[in-house]
């Protein structure tokens, strides 16, 4: 038996060949084209805004909860409960006003900084006019209490330069005197009681509302939010934009039910101490209540959103904004980049990049609940997983092509069987070049043709002879070299290692002198000889060639001393001494004329015998 045979030897150059090498460079290209594709549609396209929505929700959503709700914000709520409580004393919603003006002198008496509606008073209640003349009366004695007002989309409006002046509560401010925008104005109270400001949903890109907005712009004239009204009143701070990043809070605010704080009015009961405090009124009832999606809730009640905002400004801890776009998906995607470049392990890479995600992810929830500040851009860490599983598909699909290549090029040496179970093995190690102790036959085709034999017949005769012998090749394991000019090399044991490779090359010669004789019989050719060698020893196997042909072969003086010993067979078998000596099966070797060859006996030759059995 031979000894360990397979060597590798270090190398930078593929295994497949400098064809290869160029096509790994073409699919080497594509993850920094995708990477650049990715940055650019990011920005111009805002390809990953749904993912940049969705990592600022889950921050302010995660942050809110170590955030609990000040108390200096009291939500009054009308919710369906109230809705049955009420009904005895008001009937059925919506009620008469006048049950809001009993609230409004006992919240009065109580000593509340503040009181704000998230309810609209656009409509008249002609059937009841005078429980809208006493809640008329009881906002006009008031001046601590703030409506909301709505600015439409649609319509031609009232005139901005004339509100401006019977409005003043609103703060309305502008130059222009013909400008007009649509209202929804609180027409049940009087003009001089306006005092309040815009109440309108403001939705980023996706739907949900993030942001509060402190001020409108109609042509050159501004409006504030009603939240911004009562920052202003109250000497709170707020920001010089007309947009503010709402810092959300966990839903604990101090609440109350509108029909508890009635019954507590209306029966003289003593209130809680809110003094100092603003409260909010708000319907939160099904079917009544305006509600819109936020990181909090997909639908929110508005009275939480003007809660929030109101408590930010009240705090000064609205979130400011850093632009982290597209630095972070650069710096991700360019060092993905480089440890691709540089040939680190995919583990190594995924490992960094969890590494790297968790950081910068830490450090944005440090940053959002101690700093206030609200990282825009995070979904470069989108980008960079992106790119890290394009890579990989790249991978697989280059590995893939790479797999096809080899398949297509193995099955010209070897049995389809054989490629089947190499292709399945890592490809760098198919083909890698390597030192082997190989066993060799060499098969050339001798004798004269007959002159009859017309050159077409004769060389379909050579090439059905080297066909059927490169069968005999592949049916035993071995590896066709060449087959070319009427001469045939095989190996045995590359390029993966094999048992009993002398055994198997000596009856793969033997095995051709059989098809020779078939063959003989079959086109009428007694003349035709096949001269074969079998040697053995050290040999270098890889892929010999130039790009435009490529075979795998041996180099060294191995195949070539096969050869010179195939002139020498006379139509037999020969093999080398050291082969004789390594082969398990004794063949009945014959001592050649020549010094180191034995023939072997290939007419009627029976079963190779073990070596040392009798005969």
Known sequence: ???????????????????????????????????????????????????????????????????????????VRIDAGDLDAMRPVAGDYPWPRSVLAEVLEGLEAAGVRAVVFDMFFNEADTFRADSDALFRDS???????????????????????????????????????????????PLVLKPASWRGGLANFLPDGDGVGRRYQLRDQVGHWRLPSVALRVAQDLGWPYPAEDTMVLNWYRPNWVQIPFSSLYRAVDQHQPLPNWQGKVVVFGITAPG??????????????????????????????????????????????????????????MRQILLGLILGTGLVA????????????????????????????????????????????????????????????????????????????????????????????????????????LKRLNGVVFSLGGTLLTMDGGELSAA????????????????????????????????????LRLNVAVHSGQALAGM????????????????????????????????????RQSCLMDYGFVPCPISGLFRVQVSGRGQGRLKGAPR
């Open 288 to 345: 009544l209540e305006n509600a819109h999606p936020t990181p909090m809730l997909r639908a929110d009640p508005s009275l939480n959103i003007l809660s929030t905002a109101l408590a930010d400004l009240h705090q000064g801890d609205w979130l400011h904004v850093w632009p982290a776009r597209p630095w972070v998906a650069v710096f991700f995607v360019l060092g993905l980049l480089a440890a691709i470049w540089m040939g680190a392990a």
């Open 1 to 75: 038996m031979p000894e360990p045979c397979l060597r590798e030897i270090p190398t930078h150059e593929s295994a497949l060949g400098t064809g290869m090498n160029k096509v790994n460079w073409r699919w080497q290209l594509l993850t920094p084209v995708f990477a650049l594709l990715l940055v650019l549609a990011d920005q111009s396209d805002g390809l990953f805004n749904r993912l940049e929505f969705a990592i600022q929700n889950f921050f302010l959503h995660a942050v809110s909860n170590q955030r609990p709700a000040p108390d200096s914000i009291v939500q």
């Open 492 to 527: 045995w044991n590359i390029p993966e290692e094999s048992m009993d490779i002398e055994c198997r090359a000596m009856e793969a010669a033997l095995t051709m002198h059989e098809v020779l004789r078939v063959v003989q019989e079959e086109f009428g050719l007694p003349s």
């Open 544 to 579: 010999v060639g130039t790009e435009l042909r490529q075979d795998y072969s041996l180099g060294g003086m191995l195949l070539q001393q096969a050869r010179r010993m195939a002139f020498q067979a006379e139509g037999s078998v020969v093999v080398s001494a050291p082969l």
């Open 362 to 465: 830490e450090g944005a929830y440090l940053l959002l609940l101690h700093g206030h500040i609200l990282l825009i851009g995070l979904s470069g860490l989108g980008i960079a997983w992106t790119l890290l599983f394009v890579h990989l598909f790249l991978v697989y699909l280059q590995r893939r092509t790479q797999r096809h290549l080899l398949e297509a090029r193995l099955q010209r040496f070897m049995d389809p069987r054989r490629v089947s179970a190499l292709a399945l093995r890592p490809i760098d190690d198919v083909l890698r070049p390597q030192y082997a102790q190989v066993c060799v036959v060499v098969a050339m085709l001798d004798g004269e043709w007959p002159e009859r034999l017309a050159a077409s017949r004769a060389l379909e005769v050579c090439n059905g002879v």
């Open 139 to 185: 906002v006009a004695r008031h001046a601590n209490v703030y409506v909301p007002v709505l600015l439409l989309h649609e319509g031609h409006g009232a005139s901005l330069f004339r509100l401006q002046h019977l409005a003043p509560g609103l703060h309305v401010e502008g130059g222009l005197p013909d400008a007009y925008a649509p209202f929804l104005l």
